[in-house]
C-alpha cells in the first residue's frame, strides 16, 4: 500500500472509475481506504480485474492488496462451494434459474443453455484438458471441439473443477490457496491445457509445479496444425490473461487460420461480469457492460472471440461470441 503514489496513472484503467468519475470506485482511492482502515463502498465495487496493475508505473500489487482485504459473506461462499464441483454447479444452476426472484432472472440473462460437465479419462493421458469450472457446465460445445482437437496429436483426459481463481478475488483467499495447493499435489508435472484465459492466468501464478497452457497458447506453442477459417470477428482480451501476458497467443492463433481481426478499442476493457460481479453489483456491471459494447460496436462487427466464459456470458447478450476452439473441427 505504501507503494502507491498516488499519480493516477491506474484511474483511466480502472473500469468503476470509468463509468463513476468517482475517487471512491478507483483504485487510488480504495488503496487509501486500505491504509487508513476506512469501511468504503468502493471496496466491494471493484471487478478484481487488476488492469491498474498493469498501469502503474510503481509495481503496487494491487490485486494482493484487494484479495487479502475482502471476506466473502454465506451467500458468496456458499456459491464457491458449488463452482468447486461442477456437477452441483450445473444442478443448482438448473435450479435456480427456474425460480422467480431477481437472481434467478438475472442468471438467465447471462446463461442460455446448462449442460453436465463432459467426462471424458484416459489413465495414460500426456495432456489434462481442464475447462474450468464455468466453462465446463455453459460451454460444453467447447470442450468437445478442443478434446476432440488436441486428441489428433495428443493422449487427452478432462479434469473438472475450479481452479480458485473467484475464492482468491471474493474474499475467500485461503480457500484459494487450499484449492491452488490440492490440484499442484494432483497434476504435479503434468500439461494442463485450459479452456477459461483467466483461470489459466490464475493457475499460472498459484498452481506451482504445474505446466499450465491457455488453449490458444499450448496450440501455438506445439504449433498445431489449424483449419483456414474465412471469418471476420473482433477479439476482447480477457482482463487477467492480459495481465500475466498470454493474450498475443489467441491473436496468433486466429492470425494462423485466416481469420480477419477488427480490433476494438482497449480489448482488455472489462466485459460487465467480473466472476460473480455481474449478481451482486447488477448496476455497475451493467454501466460497465454498456461501455464495452459500444467498444465492440464501432468495429461493425458483429461476432467477438473471447477465451474465458463469464466474458462470453457477458458479451453474448448482444454480440455472437465464440471461443477459438469453436473455430476447429
Ligand atoms: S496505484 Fe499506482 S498508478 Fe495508481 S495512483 Fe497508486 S502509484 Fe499511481
Ligand atoms: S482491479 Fe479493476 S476494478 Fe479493481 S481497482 Fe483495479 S482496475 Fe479498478
Given at each position: 500500500?505504501?507503494?502507491?503514489?498516488?499519480?493516477?496513472f491506474?484511474?483511466?484503467?480502472?473500469?468503476?472509475?470509468?463509468?463513476?468519475?468517482?475517487?471512491?470506485?478507483?483504485?487510488?482511492?480504495r488503496?487509501?481506504?486500505?491504509?487508513?482502515?476506512?469501511?468504503?463502498?468502493?471496496?466491494?465495487?471493484?471487478?478484481?480485474?487488476?488492469?491498474?496493475?498493469?498501469?502503474?508505473?510503481?509495481?503496487?500489487?494491487?490485486?494482493?492488496?484487494?484479495?487479502?482485504?475482502?471476506r466473502?459473506?454465506?451467500?458468496?461462499a456458499?456459491?464457491?462451494?458449488?463452482?468447486?464441483?461442477?456437477?452441483?454447479?450445473?444442478?443448482?444452476?438448473r435450479?435456480?434459474?427456474?425460480?422467480?426472484?431477481?437472481?434467478?432472472?438475472?442468471?438467465?440473462?447471462?446463461?442460455k443453455?446448462?449442460?453436465e460437465?463432459?467426462?471424458?479419462?484416459?489413465?495414460?493421458?500426456?495432456?489434462?484438458?481442464?475447462p474450468?469450472?464455468?466453462?465446463?457446465?455453459?460451454?460444453?460445445?467447447?470442450v468437445?471441439?478442443?478434446?476432440?482437437?488436441?486428441?489428433?496429436?495428443?493422449?487427452?483426459?478432462?479434469?473438472?473443477?475450479?481452479?480458485?481463481?473467484p475464492h482468491?478475488g471474493?474474499?475467500?483467499?485461503?480457500?484459494?490457496?487450499?484449492?491452488?495447493?490440492?490440484?499442484?499435489?494432483k497434476?504435479?508435472?503434468?500439461?494442463?491445457?485450459?479452456?477459461?484465459?483467466?483461470?489459466?492466468?490464475?493457475?499460472?501464478?498459484?498452481?506451482?509445479?504445474?505446466?499450465?497452457?491457455?488453449?490458444?497458447?499450448?496450440?501455438?506453442?506445439n504449433?498445431?496444425?489449424?483449419?483456414?477459417v474465412?471469418?471476420?470477428?473482433?477479439?476482447?482480451?480477457p482482463?487477467?490473461?492480459k495481465?500475466?501476458?498470454?493474450?498475443?497467443?489467441?491473436r496468433?492463433?486466429?492470425?494462423?487460420?485466416?481469420?480477419?481481426?477488427?480490433e476494438?478499442?482497449?480489448?482488455?476493457?472489462?466485459?460487465?461480469?467480473?466472476?460473480?460481479?455481474?449478481?451482486?453489483?447488477?448496476?455497475?456491471?451493467?454501466?460497465?457492460?454498456?461501455?464495452?459494447?459500444?467498444?465492440?460496436?464501432?468495429?461493425?462487427?458483429?461476432?467477438?472471440?473471447?477465451?474465458?466464459?463469464?466474458?462470453?456470458?457477458?458479451?453474448?447478450?448482444?454480440?455472437?461470441?465464440?471461443?477459438?476452439?469453436?473455430?476447429?473441427?
Amino acid at each position: 500500500m505504501n507503494e502507491c503514489v498516488h499519480c493516477g496513472f491506474c484511474l483511466e484503467a480502472c473500469p468503476t472509475y470509468v463509468v463513476t468519475r468517482s475517487e471512491v470506485h478507483s483504485p487510488r482511492g480504495r488503496i487509501m481506504a486500505m491504509r487508513l482502515g476506512l469501511e468504503s463502498s468502493g471496496l466491494g465495487t471493484c471487478v478484481f480485474c487488476r488492469r491498474c496493475e498493469e498501469a502503474c508505473p510503481s509495481g503496487v500489487p494491487y490485486g494482493e492488496l484487494i484479495s487479502a482485504h475482502r471476506r466473502a459473506d454465506a451467500s458468496t461462499a456458499g456459491m464457491h462451494r458449488l463452482l468447486e464441483n461442477p456437477r452441483a454447479l450445473a444442478s443448482a444452476l438448473r435450479l435456480v434459474m427456474k425460480g422467480n426472484g431477481e437472481t434467478s432472472a438475472r442468471l438467465r440473462e447471462f446463461v442460455k443453455e446448462v449442460r453436465e460437465p463432459l467426462e471424458y479419462r484416459d489413465q495414460s493421458a500426456e495432456v489434462v484438458l481442464f475447462p474450468g469450472c464455468l466453462t465446463a457446465v455453459v460451454l460444453r460445445q467447447t470442450v468437445e471441439k478442443a478434446l476432440k482437437y488436441l486428441r489428433r496429436w495428443f493422449k487427452v483426459e478432462v479434469v473438472n473443477g475450479c481452479c480458485g481463481l473467484p475464492h482468491m478475488g471474493e474474499g475467500e483467499r485461503d480457500r484459494a490457496e487450499e484449492i491452488a495447493t490440492a490440484w499442484s499435489s494432483k497434476l504435479k508435472g503434468r500439461k494442463v491445457v485450459v479452456l477459461s484465459a483467466n483461470c489459466a492466468a490464475h493457475m499460472k501464478e498459484r498452481w506451482k509445479g504445474v505446466e499450465v497452457y491457455d488453449f490458444a497458447e499450448f496450440v501455438e506453442r506445439n504449433g498445431l496444425e489449424l483449419p483456414r477459417v474465412d471469418a471476420k470477428v473482433t477479439l476482447h482480451e480477457p482482463c487477467h490473461a492480459k495481465v500475466v501476458g498470454i493474450s498475443g497467443y489467441t491473436r496468433a492463433m486466429l492470425k494462423r487460420m485466416g481469420v480477419q481481426v477488427v480490433e476494438m478499442d482497449d480489448p482488455s476493457f472489462e466485459c460487465g461480469a467480473g466472476g460473480s460481479y455481474f449478481l451482486f453489483q447488477p448496476e455497475l456491471a451493467d454501466a460497465i457492460f454498456e461501455e464495452k459494447a459500444r467498444k465492440v460496436g464501432r468495429t461493425g462487427i458483429e461476432t467477438v472471440v473471447s477465451s474465458n466464459p463469464s466474458c462470453s456470458l457477458s458479451l453474448g447478450r448482444k454480440f455472437k461470441v465464440i471461443h477459438p476452439a469453436d473455430l476447429l473441427d
